[in-house]
DNA sequence: CCGGCGCTGTCAACCGATTGCCTCGCCGCC
DNA sequence: GGCGGCGAGGCAATCGGTTGACAGCGCCGG
C-alpha cells in the first residue's frame, strides 16, 4: 500500500475566534478589568469571584492574547536567537541551553539565520527588534558600532565573541588550549600548526593569540596555516601546505576543520595520527565518530547558550545584574593525537 | 567618556523609545492613517506625499510594530516550528528547510522543542498559537484527536508523519526501502532484520510494513527486532540479539540507530560489513563520517522541511492550495553494506 | 451653471489587555 | 451618629496600526 500519498484535503475555514476577557466578563457578569486584575493579581479580587472567573476562562478556553499585552506593557515575552548557520553543529547544543533557559523564564524563542553574512544579520536584528524584548546573537559577524547601535534599541547579547560594552559570554578557551599544547609537549612535540578560521572571526584570532602565546611559552614552535577558502571545512585543501611546513601536530580552529583535514589526510595517505597528529575544537556531534575519533577541546556550548540567555533574560526583566559564570574549556584526549616517535 | 571598563557594564537605559506612525505624522504634517496608507497601500496616496512620508519614516528610524498590526488584523506574521528534540540531526535540514521558506514569505519563525513529550508537545502548541499564524509540528507525538484539536485554533501541518484529515508532509519511504532490499538482495541477503525505532513513531510502523510488505514479496526473510530502550540510540544495546537471529544484514529505523548499531559492533569484535551488513535511514551528519561509512537512505529532509512550511504558508494565507510535491527516497551505498559470502 | 466624479486626505472606531483613578457600600471606632 | 478606612469592582484611557466612511477640492460634461 503506499499510503505515503500526501493528503491536501481539509475541512479548513472552521476556526474559533478565541476567546477574549470581553467573553469571560460577560459570562460572569463582570467587567473585563476585573477579569485581567483576577486573572494575574492574585488577592485583588475577592477570592470568589476570582474563583468563578478562573472557572469561566477555563471553560471558554480562554487564552491570553500576549499581541494585546505586549501593545500595552511594551514586553513582548520572547527573545530571538541568531546564528549564522543553522547546519553548523557548533550552534546545536547552544541553542539547546539557550532554548530551555528561555522556555522555563517563560519567554518563547525566535529562531533565525543569517546564512553567513553580516547585512542579513543586521538586517535580521533590526527587523526582529519590534517583536521581542531582546536578541541573542551568535558568534556576530558584525562590527562592533553595528552592535552598539542595534544595542540602543533593545538589549542584545552577544554569544562565542567577546565585544567591548556589550554583555557576552565566551567560554575562555585558554584553559583547553593549555591542555591541548601540554598534551603535544608530552607526547613528543615541538612543532605545532594553528589551522587558522575565518580570518574576521573574533575567536579564531582569540584562539590564535593564545596559542601563539603559550607556545613560545613553553618552548615548542608554532606556525599559522592561514585559511584559503572561507567555508568551515575548507581545511581539506590545505594539506600541503601543513606537510611543507614540517609541523607534527595540528591544532584546528574547529572540529569541522579538523575533521576535513583528517578525511584529506584519508584521501592522501597520510596517517593520522602516525605522521600527523590533530586537535580539534567544541568537541561537536560527530568528533567521536570519525575515524580516528578526534582528539578536541570541550567547549561546554550548551552552558554557553544557556549563560548568554540568562545574561539576556537579566537584562530584560532589568533585574539584578546576571554574573556570567566561569566556563573553562577541557581537552578531550581521543585517538587522533600520538606520540611522535623519536 | 572613555568608559573603556570591562564586559558587565552597560549604558543600560538609554534605549530609544522607537519612532511610531505618528511621530512620523507629526513630522510630515499629515495625520496618522495617511501614513499607514502610504506605507503599505502604495498609489492610494499622492506621490509626492508618499515620498515624503517615507523619507521621514527612514529619517526617523521607523519600524512599524507587528503587536499592533496583528492585534487589528490577526495575522501576526510568525509561524511556530516544533520539534522532538533539537539536538536529534535528523531535524537540522527539516529546521533549514522551514526556516528558508519561511524567511522568503516574510515570517518570523518561532522555534520550540518538546523535550520528547507528548503533554510539553501540547501545551507549548497551545501556548503558541495566540502568537502565531500556523504551526509546523515535526514528528508529532500527539494523538490524533489532539491535532485535530489544535487545528481547530490555528492551521496546523505535520511533517514526517501522516495524520488524517491534517496537512501533512512525509517523504516516500518506499523508494529507498525498496531500493535497500534490492540492493541486499544483490549482495546476497536472504534474511534481514528491522532494528525498530520507537514502537509509538508513526514513522518506525510504517517503515516495517514497507519492509515486511516488500522482503516478502521478494521472497526475502524478515524479522523485526524491538526496541528495548526508547533512546534514539539504544541500538546498541541489542547486538546480541540481532546476531541470535540468524540475520546477516539490518535495515534500522534511522540513521541513529545505526551509527549507534555499529559502536556496538566494533567494541563486540563483530566485523561490520563482513560479518553484519547494516543500512541506516535519513543521511544525517555524521552518517558519511563514521567508519565504515553507513549506507544509509536519502530523505530530502530539506525539501521536506520547505515543503512543509510552504504547505502551512499556503494555509495561512488562504490563497491556492499547496499541492506538496512528490519526495522520494533514495539509496546511498556506502561501506556499511557488502556482499555475503556464498 | 450645476451635478457628479475622482483624487487625497482626515476622522473615528476598533483589536485585547492593562492600570490609574474613582465610586460604592459596609464596617468599626470614637 | 458621623466619619475614616478599606475592600471590591467599574470606567476610561492607552498602546500602534488599520480601515470604512466621509469631506474638501478641482475638474469635466451636460
Not at 170 to 192: C, F, K, M
Amino acid at each position: 500500500m503506499s499510503d505515503d500519498s500526501p493528503a491536501a484535503v481539509h475541512r479548513v475555514g472552521s476556526r474559533k475566534p478565541a476567546a477574549t476577557i470581553y467573553d469571560v466578563a460577560e459570562v460572569v457578569g463582570v467587567s473585563p478589568s476585573t477579569v485581567s486584575r483576577a486573572l494575574n493579581k492574585p488577592g485583588r479580587i475577592n477570592a470568589k469571584t476570582e474563583e468563578r472567573i478562573r472557572n469561566a476562562a477555563e471553560a471558554l478556553g480562554y487564552r491570553l492574547n500576549p499581541m494585546a499585552r505586549a501593545l500595552l506593557t511594551g514586553k513582548t515575552a520572547m527573545v530571538a536567537l541568531l546564528v549564522s548557520d543553522i547546519t553548523n553543529p557548533v550552534f546545536y547544543d547552544i541553542v539547546r541551553g539557550a532554548e530551555n533557559v528561555a522556555t522555563d523564564a517563560g519567554y518563547t524563542l525566535v529562531f533565525a539565520e543569517s546564512h553567513r553574512r553580516s547585512d542579513i544579520e543586521f538586517a535580521t536584528v533590526e527587523r526582529l527588534q519590534p517583536s521581542v524584548d531582546g536578541v541573542l546573537v551568535v558568534a556576530s559577524l558584525l562590527d562592533e558600532e553595528q552592535i552598539a547601535q542595534l544595542s540602543e534599541t533593545k538589549p542584545i547579547v552577544i554569544a562565542l565573541r567577546r565585544v567591548d560594552g556589550i554583555p557576552h559570554v565566551v567560554p575562555n578557551s585558554e584553559t583547553g588550549l593549555v591542555q591541548a599544547l601540554d598534551h603535544l609537549q608530552e607526547l613528543g612535540h615541538r612543532s605545532i600548526g594553528y589551522l587558522s578560521g575565518p580570518t574576521t572571526f573574533w575567536a579564531n584570532r582569540n584562539r590564535w593569540n593564545i596559542l601563539l602565546e603559550h607556545a613560545v611559552a613553553k618552548g615548542m614552535s608554532i606556525v599559522e596555516i592561514p585559511p584559503d577558502d572561507p567555508v568551515p571545512n575548507g581545511g581539506a585543501t590545505r594539506l600541503r601546505r601543513i606537510l611543507a611546513s614540517g609541523v607534527t601536530a595540528i591544532v584546528a580552529y574547529n572540529d569541522l576543520m579538523a575533521i576535513g583535514l583528517i578525511s584529506e589526510c584519508k584521501q592522501e595517505g597520510v596517517d593520522v595520527p602516525g605522521r600527523l597528529s590533530i586537535v580539534g575544537f567544541d568537541d561537536v556531534y560527530g568528533a567521536n565518530l570519525i575515524s580516528p575519533s578526534l582528539t578536541t577541546i570541550d567547549s561546554s556550548l550548551g552552558k554557553v547558550g544557556a549563560a548568554a540567555m540568562s545574561c539576556l533574560l537579566a537584562q530584560v526583566d532589568g533585574t539584578t545584574a546576571y554574573e556570567p559564570p566561569e566556563l573553562p574549556t577541557r581537552l578531550i584526549v581521543r585517538e587522533s593525537t600520538t606520540s611522535l616517535p623519536s
